[in-house]
């Protein structure tokens, strides 16, 4: 599992931008991703009571609840209304990929994790990598679009997952999965609630495309993909996995060149090659 966890993690979250296309066509991002943490939740309440897992103390429900909120309402959340305020795609990968950055810097400042030269090189070679993606496909559009409102709401998501990722490894690493899991959902669905009802009035229209986007977003990537990062952060320095988040964008324009015909230039697919050799260094041993 330990072998597999990366690339698995990798491919499966690199949908999420593909998802937030699809599902905010018939629905509020706020709305849409509620329903998207009560559902999982949902579904992983009802398998740990199924497969009798340990259950929380009430240290762990407290840290699961703010790691959720972090790693799931501020992240997607800030991704999601960014999007739907108009920020290009490209720019949303391009600030996201600050993320992994933020994350290595800081495990080493407050966790004391180890960062070898060749790491430090990775994450270098993964911020070019993510640049590179995210010129072409912005050179490829005719304009672009930043408010205000986008920008804070892309800073609330790179601060969100990077505070969310060295709690976890630092106080999350002993919470039971599922169950710690389910908590971080119930307590993001919480807060995106308080956000789609003032700002959208629950905006949700019950389509065939919403109600696929929705069951993808809650099976494959808020069931099986956090499962996955979750699993490896307990195994593994928070850097080495934040640097996977490097691939998303490369591999998130790849898909939207299948999917939506968006053009995918020579420079995304150097971009991708130097992104991938980066997270290789990354993810070495000390």
Same mark, same amino acid.
């Given at each position: 599992?330990?072998?597999?966890?990366?690339?698995?993690?990798?491919?499966?979250?690199?949908?999420?931008?593909?998802?937030?296309?699809?599902?905010?066509?018939?629905?509020?991002?706020?709305?849409?991703?509620?329903?998207?943490?009560?559902?999982?939740?949902?579904?992983?309440?009802?398998?740990?009571?199924?497969?009798?897992?340990?259950?929380?103390?009430?240290?762990?429900?407290?840290?699961?609840?703010?790691?959720?909120?972090?790693?799931?309402?501020?992240?997607?959340?800030?991704?999601?209304?960014?999007?739907?305020?108009?920020?290009? #795609?490209? @720019?949303?990968?391009?600030? %996201?990929? =600050?993320?992994?950055? &933020?994350? /290595? $810097?800081?495990?080493? +400042?407050?966790?004391?994790?180890?960062?070898?030269?060749?790491?430090?090189?990775?994450?270098?070679?993964?911020?070019?990598?993510?640049?590179?993606?995210?010129?072409?496909?912005?050179?490829?559009?005719?304009?672009?679009?930043?408010?205000?409102?986008?920008?804070?709401?892309?800073?609330?998501?790179?601060?969100?997952?990077?505070?969310?990722?060295?709690?976890?490894?630092?106080?999350?690493?002993?919470?039971?999965?599922?169950?710690?899991?389910?908590?971080?959902?119930?307590?993001?669905?919480?807060?995106?609630?308080?956000?789609?009802?003032?700002?959208?009035?629950?905006?949700?229209?019950?389509?065939?495309? #919403?109600? @696929?986007?929705?069951?993808? %977003?809650? =099976?494959?990537?808020? &069931?099986? /993909? $956090?499962?996955?990062? +979750?699993?490896?952060?307990?195994?593994?320095?928070?850097?080495?996995?934040?640097?996977?988040?490097?691939?998303?964008?490369?591999?998130?324009?790849?898909?939207?060149?299948?999917?939506?015909?968006?053009?995918?230039?020579?420079?995304?697919?150097?971009?991708?090659?130097?992104?991938?050799?980066?997270?290789?260094?990354?993810?070495?041993?000390?």
């Amino acid at each position: 599992m330990e072998r597999f966890a990366p690339g698995i993690f990798v491919v499966l979250w690199s949908t999420g931008f593909i998802v937030a296309r699809y599902g905010t066509r018939d629905a509020g991002p706020l709305t849409f991703l509620t329903l998207r943490m009560f559902f999982a939740a949902v579904v992983l309440i009802l398998f740990a009571q199924f497969t009798k897992t340990t259950r929380l103390n009430r240290q762990h429900i407290g840290v699961a609840a703010i790691v959720g909120v972090l790693m799931h309402g501020l992240y997607l959340g800030g991704v999601f209304v960014a999007a739907d305020h108009g920020l290009p #795609s490209g @720019l949303i990968a391009l600030i %996201a990929g =600050l993320h992994p950055v &933020i994350t /290595a $810097v800081a495990s080493r +400042l407050i966790l004391a994790e180890p960062l070898s030269k060749i790491q430090r090189r990775g994450i270098a070679l993964g911020v070019i990598g993510v640049g590179v993606v995210v010129v072409e496909k912005m050179q490829s559009s005719s304009s672009v679009k930043i408010t205000g409102i986008s920008l804070i709401a892309m800073a609330l998501a790179i601060s969100g997952m990077a505070a969310g990722t060295l709690l976890q490894r630092a106080k999350g690493t002993d919470i039971p999965l599922l169950a710690g899991t389910a908590v971080q959902y119930v307590s993001a669905g919480v807060v995106l609630c308080f956000g789609a009802v003032l700002n959208e009035h629950w905006q949700f229209h019950s389509t065939a495309q #919403s109600w @696929l986007s929705l069951a993808w %977003a809650v =099976l494959i990537l808020s &069931i099986v /993909a $956090v499962l996955v990062m +979750l699993y490896m952060l307990n195994r593994q320095a928070a850097a080495k996995v934040s640097s996977l988040f490097f691939l998303t964008p490369a591999l998130s324009a790849i898909e939207s060149a299948v999917l939506f015909g968006e053009r995918l230039g020579a420079f995304a697919v150097v971009g991708l090659l130097v992104a991938l050799v980066g997270v290789r260094l990354t993810t070495r041993a000390t």
